[in-house]
C-alpha cells in the first residue's frame, strides 16, 4: 500500500499547504525521528519543509512522545480495523485546496492514500522491491538528516566523519588495528590526522543493531558529557557503512580484568571500589542529572569502558531509552538486553523502569566483588546463580565468603559489606523494593547510614543442574553474554 504524493512546485509550497488527518492507521516505516520535539513542533517542522510528505505523534505509553516524518512515498500503509485497538494517527500533506472537513471526501482521501491489497502480487513484489532499494541507496542520507536536524533543534553537535578519514585512521581496518569485536562488529583502534586516539566501531551487515540502533546511539550519547559517560566524537554513514567514533579507552572493559585470573589481581579492592562509585555516579547522572532522563536497558561489565587510570566509563547506548514527563515505567514489546543483567519484570513483562538498570547495577556489584559471572555461576551445594549465592551467604552471616580471594590483602571489611548488601538491595525482586540511584550513591558513600535489610533477589529460584559449566559459549551483542530480542506482532 502506497501514498504518492502530486510533485508540489516551490510555488506550491510558498502558496499554502495543509496537512489531513488519517485516523487509526498502520504507518509506514519511519525516515526521520525526534524524541524531544512535541506534536505542534513536529507539524510546523513539517509544514516549512516542502519534502516533507507527513508527520505523526510518535507515543509509545508511559508518557514517551515524539515527533516522526515521512520525506519519500508513503509504502506499506492501510486503515487498522474496528476489530482491532492499535493503529495511530497520521498527517499527510495536501494541498490547501483539498484540505477537507466532509466524511466523502475524507473517504476519498483515504482512498488515494493506499492501494487496495487485492491489486495481486506483482504490484507487492514491485513495491517491496522498491523498498528495499530505497532504503540501501538513501540509509545514509537518512542518518545523516537526524543528525543535522538533532543538533539544530538541540544545540548538539556530532561531526560527521568522511569514511575516508576513518578509514585512513586506522590504516584501512586493518586487522592489526582490530583491538575488539563483538556481535555488533570489529572495533579498531585509530589516530586522527593530529593525533587523537580513537576507538571506531564499525557495525557489520550481519549486526543485531540496525540502522534504528545506530540512530538511537548517535541522537542519546551526543547529548550526553560526564566524566563515567565514554565520549561520543563522531559518526560516519556513508552507503553501507555505519561507523560510531569513541574516545580510545586504553584498558578495554571491566569484564577484562575482573573475570581473567591474572588480570584480575591488577583490581585492589580501593580500584574496584572506585570503579563502583564511578559506575554509580554515572547512572545516576542518566536517570537523574542530565537533562536527558535516560534508562540504558544494557548495563553490564562489557559496557564498562576503563581509561589509562582504570576509571569507569559507562558506553554503548544503542539501546538506550528516553524517558519523558515524568514516566515512571513503559511497557513494550520489544525485549532487548543481556540475560544475567536483566532485571524479572523486563524480562518476563518488558516492563521498563529506571528499576531496571537499578537491578543490573545490582549485579555489578556483586560480580566486581566476587570476580564471578552471574550468568554461569556454578557451586556444588546449590543451583543458584550468583545472586542467589550472595543471598543465601547473607542470610547465613558469611556474606563475605562472596569476596574475590584475590582481595583479601587490600579490603576493607565494612565496605565490602556494604557494598553486598547495597547490591542485594538493588537486585531485589520488586522493583519498589529497590532503591533510587540517588540513595544508592548515598549508601555507598556514606558509612554511617544503617542499610534496610534486603528482601529476596530477583530470579531466586534453583536452575535445572547442568554439566556444561563453560561460560564461554554466551555471546552477546557486544560480545560476553546471550543478548536477546523478543519481538510480538501489534
Not at 485516523?23 to 519511519?30: F, H, T, Y
Not at 476519498?108 to 541507496?137: C, D, E, M, P, Y
Not at 561460560?471 to 551483542?477: M, R
Request: aromatic share 8%; net charge positive.
Amino acid at each position: 500500500m502506497k501514498c504518492v504524493k502530486k510533485s508540489p512546485t516551490e510555488s506550491d509550497c510558498r502558496n499554502g499547504e495543509g496537512f489531513q488527518k488519517l485516523a487509526r492507521m498502520k504507518l509506514p516505516d519511519i525516515n526521520w525521528l525526534n524524541q524531544s520535539m512535541n506534536i505542534k513542533e513536529c507539524y510546523a517542522e513539517c509544514l516549512k519543509n516542502c519534502s516533507c510528505r507527513a508527520y505523526a505523534d510518535l507515543n509509545e505509553g508511559g508518557g514517551i512522545s515524539g515527533c516522526m516524518m515521512w520525506f519519500t512515498n508513503l509504502i506499506d500503509m492501510k486503515e487498522c480495523s474496528d476489530r482491532f485497538t492499535w493503529g495511530q494517527d497520521i498527517f499527510i500533506r495536501v494541498p490547501a485546496s483539498e484540505l477537507v472537513n466532509d466524511s466523502s471526501k475524507k473517504k476519498r482521501i483515504k482512498i488515494i492514500a493506499s492501494v487496495s491489497t487485492t491489486s495481486g502480487i506483482l504490484i507487492f513484489g514491485l513495491a517491496f522491491w522498491k523498498v528495499w532499494k530505497k532504503r540501501k541507496n538513501k540509509g545514509d542520507e537518512e542518518v545523516q538528516t537526524l543528525i543535522v536536524l538533532q543538533s539544530k533543534k538541540e544545540d548538539t553537535e556530532v561531526p560527521l566523519f568522511p569514511l575516508a578519514t576513518v578509514a585512513t585512521a586506522t590504516n584501512n581496518f586493518s586487522k592489526a588495528n582490530m583491538i575488539g569485536e563483538g556481535g555488533f562488529g570489529p572495533v579498531y583502534k585509530g589516530n586522527l590526522s593530529d593525533g587523537q586516539e580513537i576507538a571506531v566501531k564499525r557495525l557489520s551487515k550481519q549486526s543485531g543493531q540496525g540502522l534504528e540502533e545506530f540512530k538511537n546511539e548517535v541522537a542519546i550519547i551526543g547529548k550526553l558529557q560526564h566524566r563515567n559517560l565514554v565520549a561520543l566524537i563522531g559518526s560516519c554513514a556513508e552507503g553501507d557503512e555505519r561507523i560510531l567514533i569513541y574516545e580510545y579507552m586504553p584498558n578495554k572493559s571491566l569484564d577484562y580484568f575482573i573475570f581473567d585470573r591474572e588480570r584480575r589481581k591488577l583490581l585492589s579492592w580501593k580500584k574496584r571500589f572506585e570503579i563502583i562509585i564511578g559506575i554509580a555516579r554515572g547512572l545516576l547522572y542518566l536517570h537523574q542529572d542530565s537533562k536527558l532522563q535516560i534508562v540504558h536497558r544494557d548495563l553490564k561489565t562489557s559496557n564498562i569502558l576503563l581509561d589509562s587510570e582504570l576509571n569507569p566509563k559507562i558506553s554503548d547506548f544503542g539501546l538506550a531509552r528516553i524517558f519523558k514527563n515524568d514516566a515512571k515505567e513503559v511497557n513494550t514489546k520489544r525485549v532487548v538486553g543481556t540475560y544475567g543483567y536483566m532485571s524479572p519484570e523486563y524480562a518476563t513483562d518488558g516492563t521498563i523502569s529506571l528499576k531496571s538498570d537499578v537491578f543490573s547495577l545490582g549485579v555489578l556489584l556483586l560480580e566486581i566483588i566476587s570476580g564471578r559471572r552471574n550468568r554461569g555461576f556454578h557451586h556444588l551445594d546449590h543451583h543458584h546463580n550468583l545472586i542467589g549465592h550472595a543471598w543465601l551467604l547473607w542470610n547465613d552471616g558469611r556474606a563475605l565468603e562472596l569476596m574475590d580471594r584475590y582481595l583479601e590483602d587490600s579490603f576493607i571489611e565494612s565496605q565490602v559489606k556494604r557494598c553486598i548488601q547495597v547490591g542485594l538491595l538493588c537486585a531485589q525482586k520488586f522493583p519498589e523494593s529497590r532503591p533510587d540511584i540517588s540513595s544508592v550513591v548515598f549508601m555507598l558513600a556514606n558509612e554511617d547510614v544503617v542499610l534496610p535489610r534486603p528482601r529476596e533477589p530477583g530470579f531466586f529460584t534453583e536452575r535445572g543442574f547442568s554439566t556444561d559449566t563453560s561460560s564461554s559459549k554466551d555471546k552477546s551483542l557486544t560480545g560476553n553474554y546471550l543478548s536477546v530480542t523478543i519481538e510480538e506482532g501489534r
